[in-house]
């Protein structure tokens, strides 16, 4: 079994109480359902190092790169994080019982998917942003980094969807007694990046070119603001090329502009050294993630074609 559901909320300790109670439904229900369950396994993210306890980053220390042996936050400062109270359900259900269970910790997710735009994504949003971008200034048109120029500098490792389920798969198929309460970094490389490498790339997808932030910026791009004023634009993009339209909620770019482009301004990228030793060895290159899955986007009509007409 793999948990990967997460709600949200504005009030953090809303978020930690709706996902903790979540997760121990859940685990009691498959317990009770699958006789045969062999082993669950529970997705996480950095944020078990503190990363995103925003209130408090003045009170926290973060010494990259991160390993899985270090302790939790202590309260009151960690008391928002509610991956601790999602593994202390998990190993007080497991107890007596003959399932196995391990936990992936990734940071944030670099993926897609087609059924909705999720709020807890900032790829997609991206995605369709630089997309109109294009449209509305042409091929070739400049795009500065959308961002804060303190976020445009850190660094930290990329974790693609693909990584991250092949992790999944591998820890709770191939090593289900190694990993058996166990916690494991996942990222699609151990070598740190940041925006300054990853988005002229990331742009040049779109056949942009991506220029740093106004120095010192410390405000991003008002996107959400743009994308709005641009959705008679955005109508006939989807007219011309056939595509699905997405509505974006307005959650959607206060994650995206949040935990994307601004909020977090600290280097965090993780050791993967204790995956890397009981032989998951997955790796993608700088940026292959992000472009993985803009391909997807594209096949799924949510893109324009990569190469225009």
């Not at 971008?133 to 660094?155: Q, S």
């Amino acid at each position: 079994a793999y948990s990967n559901a997460t709600a949200y909320s504005v009030d953090v300790m809303e978020i930690r109480n709706i996902n903790v109670t979540m997760t121990r439904n859940a685990v009691k229900a498959v317990d009770e359902i699958c006789s045969s369950l062999k082993f669950l396994s529970l997705q996480t993210g950095t944020n078990s190092y503190g990363v995103a306890v925003f209130q408090h980053q003045d009170k926290i220390e973060i010494h990259p790169p991160l390993k899985e042996s270090q302790p939790r936050i202590p309260s009151p400062y960690g008391d928002e994080i509610f991956y601790y109270g999602q593994v202390d359900a998990i190993e007080e259900l497991q107890k007596g019982k003959s399932w196995r269970w391990c936990e992936v910790r990734s940071d944030a997710i670099v993926g897609f998917v087609p059924g909705t735009t999720s709020i807890m994504t900032f790829l997609e949003p991206t995605a369709l942003f630089l997309a109109l971008w294009r449209f509305v200034h042409g091929l070739g048109a400049e795009i500065k980094f959308i961002g804060t120029a303190a976020n445009y500098t850190h660094t930290n490792t990329d974790s693609s969807q693909d990584t991250i389920a092949k992790s999944h798969i591998y820890l709770s198929t191939m090593k289900p007694e190694e990993s058996n309460g166990e916690a494991f970094n996942t990222a699609d490389n151990a070598t740190p990046v940041s925006w300054v490498e990853r988005w002229p790339v990331m742009v040049d997808y779109f056949g942009l070119q991506g220029t740093p932030p106004v120095e010192g910026a410390q405000t991003t791009f008002p996107v959400e603001k743009w994308w709005e004023e641009h959705q008679d634009d955005y109508k006939r993009m989807c007219a011309e090329y056939g595509l699905k339209h997405r509505d974006i909620p307005a959650a959607s770019w206060i994650f995206t502009m949040g935990v994307g482009f601004s909020l977090l301004q600290r280097n965090r990228a993780m050791c993967l050294d204790k995956i890397r030793s009981i032989g998951f060895k997955e790796e993608l290159g700088m940026t292959e993630g992000y472009l993985i899955a803009f391909d997807r986007m594209v096949a799924a009509n949510i893109l324009p074609p990569r190469k225009l007409k």
